[in-house]
């Protein structure tokens, strides 16, 4: 059984940074393959960024490549969604997604076994 628990979401302008972390318990983080998904106001859940459990393969929505980066430190338990350059229409709230035995960077909600509880991010324009 994992639990994640995301922090560093808030209120921003366009144009601002944040950084949101995702912390897991459990013993087994390394053999988990993470994702971060939104979901903007009114629209359906989405896959922003992903990572394989070793960080050797990442995926990234086209809308914030370039802007978003994901990295995972393994022996602090924890994903990073770094987001630069923020929009209004990164409007949403963000979770984190855990799948274990994640070699790839996994796109498709059902896959994951476990997910946090999220984390707003509004950004004004």
């Known amino acids: 059984q994992v639990q994640l628990v995301e922090s560093g979401g808030g209120l921003v302008q366009a144009g601002g940074s944040l950084r949101l972390s995702c912390a897991a318990s459990?013993?087994?983080?390394?053999?988990?393959?993470m994702g971060w998904f939104r979901r903007p106001p009114g629209k359906e859940r989405e896959c922003v960024a992903a990572?394989?459990?070793?960080?050797?393969?990442?995926y990234y929505a086209d809308s914030v490549k370039g802007r978003f980066t994901i990295s995972r430190d393994n022996a602090k338990n924890t994903v990073y969604l770094q987001m630069n350059s923020l929009k209004p229409e990164d409007t949403a709230v963000y979770y984190c997604?855990?799948?274990?035995?994640?070699?790839?960077?996994?796109?498709?909600?059902?896959?994951?076994?476990?997910w946090g509880q999220g984390t707003q991010v509004t950004v004004s324009s």
């Open positions: 997604a855990g799948k274990y035995g994640g070699s790839y960077a996994y796109t498709a909600i059902d896959v994951y076994h476990y």
């Open positions: 459990g013993r087994t983080f390394s053999s988990y393959a």
């Open positions: 990572i394989s459990w070793s960080g050797a393969s990442t």
